[in-house]
Nanobody, 126 residues
Framework: VQLQAFGGGLVQAGASLRLACRASGGTFSRYVMGWFRQTPGKEREFVATVDWTGGTTSYSDSVKGRFTISRDNAHATLYLQMNSLKPEDTAQYYC????????????????????WGQGTQVTVSS
Protein backbone atom coordinates (compact mmCIF):
# COMPACT_ATOMS: atom_id res chain seq x y z
CA VAL A 1 0.00 0.00 0.00
CA GLN A 2 1.15 3.54 -0.76
CA LEU A 3 0.37 6.35 1.67
CA GLN A 4 0.34 10.07 1.02
CA ALA A 5 -0.10 12.50 3.88
CA PHE A 6 -1.08 16.13 3.45
CA GLY A 7 -2.70 19.01 5.27
CA GLY A 8 0.21 20.31 7.33
CA GLY A 9 1.09 23.96 7.60
CA LEU A 10 2.10 26.89 9.78
CA VAL A 11 -0.44 27.94 12.40
CA GLN A 12 -0.52 29.89 15.64
CA ALA A 13 -0.88 28.26 19.04
CA GLY A 14 -4.50 27.43 19.79
CA ALA A 15 -5.42 26.89 16.16
CA SER A 16 -6.65 23.70 14.49
CA LEU A 17 -5.45 21.65 11.55
CA ARG A 18 -6.73 18.48 9.92
CA LEU A 19 -4.24 16.10 8.41
CA ALA A 20 -5.27 13.52 5.85
CA CYS A 21 -3.57 10.39 4.56
CA ARG A 22 -4.75 8.85 1.31
CA ALA A 23 -4.01 5.17 0.71
CA SER A 24 -3.73 3.41 -2.62
CA GLY A 25 -2.69 0.02 -3.88
CA GLY A 26 -4.16 -2.01 -1.06
CA THR A 27 -7.38 -2.87 0.74
CA PHE A 28 -7.53 0.04 3.15
CA SER A 29 -10.08 -1.53 5.47
CA ARG A 30 -7.65 -4.38 6.26
CA TYR A 31 -5.09 -2.09 7.88
CA VAL A 32 -4.72 -0.75 11.36
CA MET A 33 -3.69 2.86 10.82
CA GLY A 34 -1.62 5.26 12.87
CA TRP A 35 -0.13 8.72 13.06
CA PHE A 36 3.39 9.40 14.32
CA ARG A 37 5.49 12.52 14.52
CA GLN A 38 9.16 13.29 14.56
CA THR A 39 11.41 16.26 15.23
CA PRO A 40 15.08 16.51 14.24
CA GLY A 41 17.35 14.42 16.44
CA LYS A 42 14.49 12.57 18.13
CA GLU A 43 12.88 9.20 17.61
CA ARG A 44 9.56 8.89 15.88
CA GLU A 45 6.80 9.38 18.46
CA PHE A 46 3.41 7.66 18.55
CA VAL A 47 0.45 10.04 18.26
CA ALA A 48 -2.69 8.01 17.58
CA THR A 49 -3.96 4.75 16.13
CA VAL A 50 -7.30 3.41 14.92
CA ASP A 51 -8.54 -0.11 14.25
CA TRP A 52 -9.94 -1.47 10.98
CA THR A 53 -13.47 -0.17 11.53
CA GLY A 54 -12.68 3.13 13.22
CA GLY A 55 -14.39 1.97 16.38
CA THR A 56 -11.31 1.64 18.58
CA THR A 57 -8.70 4.34 19.01
CA SER A 58 -5.70 5.04 21.19
CA TYR A 59 -3.76 8.26 21.80
CA SER A 60 -0.55 9.38 23.37
CA ASP A 61 -1.02 11.24 26.62
CA SER A 62 0.41 14.39 25.06
CA VAL A 63 -2.43 14.69 22.52
CA LYS A 64 -5.33 13.00 24.29
CA GLY A 65 -8.34 15.28 24.41
CA ARG A 66 -6.99 17.56 21.66
CA PHE A 67 -6.47 15.27 18.68
CA THR A 68 -8.96 12.90 17.06
CA ILE A 69 -8.06 10.11 14.66
CA SER A 70 -10.66 8.80 12.24
CA ARG A 71 -10.90 6.94 8.97
CA ASP A 72 -13.14 6.74 5.93
CA ASN A 73 -12.77 3.26 4.51
CA ALA A 74 -15.00 4.05 1.54
CA HIS A 75 -12.50 6.69 0.43
CA ALA A 76 -9.34 4.97 1.76
CA THR A 77 -8.44 8.01 3.83
CA LEU A 78 -7.15 8.47 7.36
CA TYR A 79 -7.58 11.73 9.25
CA LEU A 80 -6.07 13.47 12.24
CA GLN A 81 -8.05 16.41 13.58
CA MET A 82 -5.72 18.52 15.71
CA ASN A 83 -7.25 21.16 17.98
CA SER A 84 -5.72 23.51 20.54
CA LEU A 85 -2.33 23.16 18.92
CA LYS A 86 0.75 23.93 20.97
CA PRO A 87 4.30 24.85 19.88
CA GLU A 88 5.44 21.44 21.16
CA ASP A 89 3.22 19.80 18.53
CA THR A 90 5.60 21.11 15.87
CA ALA A 91 6.93 18.10 13.97
CA GLN A 92 6.88 16.14 10.76
CA TYR A 93 3.75 13.98 10.89
CA TYR A 94 3.65 10.55 9.31
CA CYS A 95 0.80 8.17 8.64
CA UNK A 96 1.41 4.44 8.73
CA UNK A 97 -0.38 1.17 8.00
CA UNK A 98 -0.08 -2.14 9.80
CA UNK A 99 -1.32 -5.70 9.32
CA UNK A 100 -1.14 -7.06 12.87
CA UNK A 101 -2.49 -10.42 14.06
CA UNK A 102 -6.27 -10.46 14.10
CA UNK A 103 -6.23 -10.31 17.93
CA UNK A 104 -4.46 -6.92 17.85
CA UNK A 105 -6.85 -4.06 17.12
CA UNK A 106 -4.53 -1.08 17.61
CA UNK A 107 -0.76 -0.65 17.25
CA UNK A 108 1.13 1.99 19.24
CA UNK A 109 4.72 1.06 18.40
CA UNK A 110 6.42 2.30 15.25
CA UNK A 111 8.02 -1.11 14.80
CA UNK A 112 4.56 -2.60 14.35
CA UNK A 113 3.90 -0.70 11.13
CA UNK A 114 4.78 -2.01 7.72
CA UNK A 115 4.13 0.98 5.45
CA TRP A 116 4.78 4.68 5.90
CA GLY A 117 3.79 7.87 4.14
CA GLN A 118 6.23 10.63 3.26
CA GLY A 119 5.24 12.99 6.08
CA THR A 120 3.72 16.44 6.28
CA GLN A 121 5.16 19.31 8.32
CA VAL A 122 3.18 20.95 11.09
CA THR A 123 4.62 24.11 12.62
CA VAL A 124 2.92 25.83 15.53
CA SER A 125 4.12 29.29 16.47
CA SER A 126 3.70 30.77 19.94
Amino acid sequence: VQLQAFGGGLVQAGASLRLACRASGGTFSRYVMGWFRQTPGKEREFVATVDWTGGTTSYSDSVKGRFTISRDNAHATLYLQMNSLKPEDTAQYYCAAALPPWTTVVVTSASGYNWWGQGTQVTVSS
